[in-house]
């Protein structure tokens, strides 16, 4: 039997896998469009799910949906070694975010299959269910119910914005397993991930050597007005819950600015009602994602925004309502797996450097319940959560030859 070390991905597989899932939800500017528990996600998980099955691998399912596919190993005393990412997308989403874990976590297991090497550990690719929180929030929904975070109930009552709920919608699609979720235990868990930012392209490295997660918390704002009669209506008595939302707006921009560069935030869903040229806007739903390392910092975010609210809001006879529907910490990922990271990166010859992780991923929950690190490839520009969003073929190679020897 081969040396670990000395296994090779097969890298044209892989692109080719990577290609061929993009075609499911795949949208006209070359991303993907595949929102969790659409039908376009049961397709993946299909796809998934019979390569997997093809390898001899057993696939489960646990209550929210997570895919766990079993390759044994030679001691079955030994908790199985996971890795693995997400299979849903941003509405427009890449090609890369998610899918390179997960399908760069499958080469690994075809790459052992085809060398017939028997591992001492089992190996479990996963799947996780909602980790980007677009269609249902909070993200990481799925990892958080494994790791304990959310009960099964929170997660299968959450709503999109249409009213369905996930408990439904996983039904619906043919993935609600009977496992329950986190009853699984593994000795460890590897995540490939773009960086989804620009500092491994910019300093030339091709792997990061991620540390840990940084602390992320979301918020939903419900601004009040009245809706009136654009025409007739003089300025002096509007309440304009449009106008309350745009000063809001600056104001959390602003805020983030009062931290940076390590903080972060944004207002990314809006919905404004009713939405109609000649009516006054007379209600305002948005979000608010504040990011930052250190969750002392996020508390004075999160004193100034709801500061803000007050003051900017009242003035303009506005009422509303906030709540904070996610609060996930800052995470420090297990040095042991780092290391393992580190020499598998300088083992294959690769420029490494050690960094946070700006975005959130599975592995930050999965932390919580068993020892857990991630490995970063680059992607160009930065860019991720676009269309554009493109990691190359030596990229994707890379990572998936890190991970295979770690895992
Ligand atoms: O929000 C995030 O950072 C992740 O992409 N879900
Ligand atoms: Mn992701
Ligand atoms: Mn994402």
């Not at 780092?338 to 420029?351: H, L, P, S, W």
Request: proline share 4%; aromatic share 8%.
């Amino acid at each position: 039997m081969p040396q670990i070390q000395n296994l090779q991905i097969n890298a044209e597989r892989l692109w080719d896998t990577l290609m061929e899932t993009a075609q499911i939800g795949a949208t006209a500017k070359g991303g993907i469009c595949r929102l969790t528990l659409t039908d376009l996600d049961r397709k993946v998980r299909d796809w998934f799910k019979a390569r997997c099955e093809a390898l001899g691998c057993t696939v489960s399912v646990d209550e929210v949906g997570n895919m766990f596919a079993h390759r044994p190993g030679k001691n079955q005393d030994l908790a199985p070694i996971a890795m693995g990412s997400h299979l849903d997308t941003q509405p427009t989403g890449g090609k890369f975010d998610g899918v390179l874990g997960v399908l760069g976590a499958l080469e690994a297991l075809r790459t052992l299959h085809d060398a017939g090497y028997e591992t001492n550990a089992a190996i479990e690719v996963v799947n996780w269910t909602n980790e980007e929180g677009s269609r249902f929030a909070p993200a990481m929904l799925a990892s958080g119910v494994f790791a304990g975070v959310f009960t099964p109930e929170f997660a299968h009552t959450r709503q999109d914005r249409d009213g369905k709920a996930f408990g439904e919608e996983l039904a619906r699609i043919g993935y609600k397993g009977a496992e329950k979720a986190g009853a699984r235990k593994f000795s460890a868990m590897f995540e490939l991930h773009i960086e989804q930012g620009p500092i491994l392209e910019d300093e030339g490295r091709m792997i990061g050597v991620v540390q840990g997660v940084q602390g992320m918390r979301w918020y939903e704002i419900t601004i009040a007005g009245q809706e009136a009669h654009t025409g007739a209506t003089p300025m002096r008595l509007r309440k304009n819950a449009l106008l309350g939302a745009a000063r809001m707006i600056e104001r959390i921009d602003a805020i983030a600015w009062e931290h940076a560069p390590d903080a972060v935030g944004a207002v990314g869903l809006l919905e404004n009602k009713p939405n109609s040229r000649n009516v006054v806007p007379g209600e305002v739903f948005f979000t608010v994602d504040f990011r930052h390392p250190e969750d002392k910092v996020l508390d004075t975010m999160e004193a100034k925004l709801r500061a803000s609210l007050a003051e900017i809001l009242a003035p303009l006879r506005l009422a509303y309502s906030e709540t904070r529907i996610w609060n996930s910490p800052p995470v420090k990922f297990a040095p042991e797996l780092i290391e393992c990271v580190r020499i598998g990166a300088e083992k294959a010859g690769f420029k490494w450097r050690k960094m946070i992780s700006g975005a959130g991923h599975d592995a930050a929950y999965v932390a919580r319940v068993a020892p857990t690190t991630m490995i970063f490839v680059p992607c160009a520009g930065g860019i991720s959560h676009n269309e554009a969003e493109s990691t190359s073929f030596d990229e994707c190679t890379a990572g998936a030859q890190v991970l295979v020897q770690r895992g």
